[in-house]
Structures are given as C-alpha cells and as structure tokens.
C-alpha cells in the first residue's frame, strides 16, 4: 500500500466534532511549530493556546473569515515577537510561516484537522486579538490554527503540475 506523507495529505479543515483534543496534542502541535527553520536561528515565535469559550470566541470575531474557531477544540495563534529579531530584520514572517506549516502538518499526522487562517498583515484582526488577549505591541498575531478531530474525512488532491517546473541541467538558459 503506498503511504502519501502528511505533507500530501494535508487540508484545510473548517468543520470539527465535539471531541476533546488533549494537552499533549497541543503541546505536540506547538513542538512541531519550533522546529521550523529560521532566518540566523532566531526563532521569533510565541503561541497562545486558546482552549476557553471566550477566547475562542474572540477569535472567531477577529476576522470575518474566522468562525469556525467557535467549534474547534482549541486555537493555536502563532505570535511573532518583534524583540526576539535582531532591529530591521526581514525575515520573521517567513520564520513563523514555517513555524505555521510545521503545525498543519503535525496536526495532520495526528488525525486533527487544523486551517491556517491569515492574520497578519491585516491590521483590524491583529488588533482585535492584541486586545482580547492584552497583547504588547511587540508581538505580532500572524496566524491563528483552529485545531479539532475533523468532522468529515479531508480528500487528497493531487497537484502536481509539471509544466510550473523548469529544469536547469545545462549553462543558466530557462526558456
Ligand atoms: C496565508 C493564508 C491565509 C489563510 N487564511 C484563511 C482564512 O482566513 N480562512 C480560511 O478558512 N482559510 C484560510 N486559509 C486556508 C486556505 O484557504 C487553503 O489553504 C486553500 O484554500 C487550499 O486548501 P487546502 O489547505 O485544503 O490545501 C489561509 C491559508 C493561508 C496560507
């Protein structure tokens, strides 16, 4: 039987059941997300684990995209903490963009169903999480992951597309 890696199968997942996720799967969630790569080691995240009502609730609220955080088990947002970069470093939102996928990824090999859903750099939702959970200006909401047991099976999608690729065998000529 072939076996397609986490990183093939995964898939947003937006609907959850009620089941409990525990806090050893988020934690395994969260120590997925750490060891992402990142630009000269600085590792800029930060996380809240938002397991309460009100909280997910706020989230829900904070983008009109963002509902579902309702009914997941938990929300994991992915902070990024400006003074953990060094001064004008531009490379913190690809640091916590792979911090992100390494979640989904994770949340995938462990049965959970997890939706990235985009924060940063809209102003209006950054703020309203920096107020619900009384956040510093120093650190950044870039991505919030609702994570539950997923209500209905993800399907594979194959999307592979060869044309998209340019090999580059011979000299630096790719047309
Ligand atoms: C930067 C970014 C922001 C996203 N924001 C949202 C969002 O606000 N709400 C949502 O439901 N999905 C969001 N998504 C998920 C995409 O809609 C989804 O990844 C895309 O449709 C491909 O589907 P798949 O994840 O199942 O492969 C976001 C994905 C990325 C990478």
Known sequence: MEIISSVMRRRSCREYTQAA??????????????????????????????????????????????????????????????????ANS????????ACTENILIRATELGLGAVWLGMYPRQ?????????FSLPERCVPFAAIPVGYPAKEAQYEDRFDETRIRWVREGKATV
């Open 21 to 86: 996720v525990t806090d050893e799967q988020l934690r395994q969630l969260v120590a997925a997300g750490m060891q992402a790569p990142s630009a000269r080691n600085e590792r800029p995240w930060e996380f809240l684990v938002v397991c309460s009502e009100a909280g997910k609730q706020s989230l829900a609220q904070a983008s009109p995209y963002a509902k579902m955080c309702r009914n997941a088990a938990a929300v994991i947002v992915v902070l990024a903490n400006m003074e953990r970069i060094a």
């Open 90 to 97: 531009p490379w913190w939102v690809q640091d916590v963009s």
């Open 124 to 132: 209006d939702r950054m703020q309203a999480i920096r107020e619900a």
